[in-house]
Structures are given as C-alpha cells and as structure tokens.
C-alpha cells in the first residue's frame, strides 16, 4: 500500500513565479491535509480539504495561496508570485476518516532565488 | 505563549539509555495525542496515537497523557543509534482536524 505521494520533491523558483505542489494521498483516504516546516520551526497547519470541498483554511496565508482537492486527481497547493520567505518544506497529510490518525508525506522542498 | 511547549533539545544520550520526550500543552480542550518522528530531510513518520489520559505502549516505545497537568510523555526503552531523529509532538481539538504541533526535539543516541 504506497504512502502519501507528493512531487516534485524539491522545487526552486525565482521571485514573483508560480509553485504548484501536489499531493497524492493514501489509496482510501479522502481527508487531506496541508502543512508548512519553515526552518527550524515545528509544523504550521495551513488548509484541510476534502473532495472538492475547502473545510478549514484557516492557517493559509489570505493573499496568494491557494488550495483544491478536485474529484479526480492529486490535491495542489499553488502559491502564486513566490517571495523568498515561502522557502520552506510543505508536507502533505491525509486521513480515512474524521478523527483519525494523519499520514504524511515525504515533503516538497520550496527554494525562492 | 505557544500552544504546544517542547524543548527542542538538543538531547544527546548513550545507547541503551531510556530516554524521555515531554510536551507541555495550554488548551484543555485538547483532546488528541500524537508523537511523530522525522529522520532528517524526511516527512514525519506517526509514532503513537493517544485519546485518553494513562499509557500506551508499542514495542520500545511508551506514550503517556495527563490531562490534568497538560502533560505528554514519550518514552524510548533500549535506544538505538536509529532513533536518533526530531521527535514531534501533535495535538488536536476534538472536532478540529488541524495538528497543533510543539517544535520538535532532536535527539542523538550515541553507539
């Protein structure tokens, strides 16, 4: 049973470009959930999605981040117009179900230039 | 004031050495307990999953809750140079979906 799959693994933008990250979660699981390591920091919640539905985006940035779990296909974390403070390792978490243990992924290495 | 308290470390131990983890919490609301490990450049791999105050036990290793000191423990018996890692502890709001996770500690066992 493969584990949460993200990619690309590590992804190096320049200023004001476009990072999309993806997120394929564990095969039976519909909850995912994203999540943010800056550097020596512990790791931020930033949104929680279901199919085709946004539930908590609470910890998301209000400008430039944006987040879907569409019906068919991996979830995608897009922040638009990179600045080099989004340098960061962006995890992928998914769950089977409500209150249930969440599963991460290997990471997405973001590096802004 | 942060949610979840945890002494980033770091933490340097022989091996064979039990070793003790602690996460200090605010919100009593809290109601879930994770610890999680992550190897260097690694996403974080789920240790323990905890609900109620007591123990839980899985292999080497022991998690433990008290809810009325805001207190979580992990516990590694017979520690192995493979354990060296950052161990991060996890809480949630029951109800609440999103992980509120201390900093992590990083730990060395030493051959």
């Known amino acids: 049973n493969a584990g949460v799959m993200q990619n690309p693994r590590h992804l190096v933008r320049r200023r004001g470009q476009e990072a999309r990250l993806r997120c394929s979660p564990m095969?039976?699981?519909?909850?995912v959930y994203w999540y943010r390591q800056l550097p020596e920091e512990g790791l931020k919640f930033m949104v929680y999605l279901q199919k085709e539905n946004i539930i908590d985006e609470s910890g998301m940035p209000k400008e430039r981040f944006s987040a879907e779990f569409p019906k068919e296909g991996p979830s995608i974390l897009r922040i638009q117009q990179v600045v080099r403070g989004d340098s960061a390792a962006y995890f992928c978490a998914s769950s089977p179900d409500l209150f249930r243990e969440q599963y991460f992924g290997p990471g997405t290495r973001l590096t802004v230039t | 004031q942060k949610e979840v308290e945890q002494d980033p470390g770091p933490l340097s131990v022989p091996e064979g050495a039990i070793v003790s983890l602690n996460c200090t919490y605010s919100?009593?609301?809290?109601?879930?307990f994770m610890w999680y490990r992550q190897y260097s450049r690694k996403g974080p791999e789920l240790l323990m999953y905890?609900?109620?105050?007591g123990n839980k036990e899985d292999g080497r290793f022991t998690a433990q809750v008290d809810k009325s000191s805001k207190y979580i423990s992990l516990f590694i018996r017979d520690s192995q140079p493979s354990d060296s890692a950052t161990y991060l502890c996890a809480t949630n709001v029951q109800g609440a979906q999103k992980l509120v996770f201390g900093q992590g500690t990083r730990l060395t066992i030493n051959p």
């Open positions: 905890t609900y109620s105050s």
């Open positions: 095969k039976g699981h519909s909850h």
């Open positions: 919100n009593s609301a809290f109601q879930y």
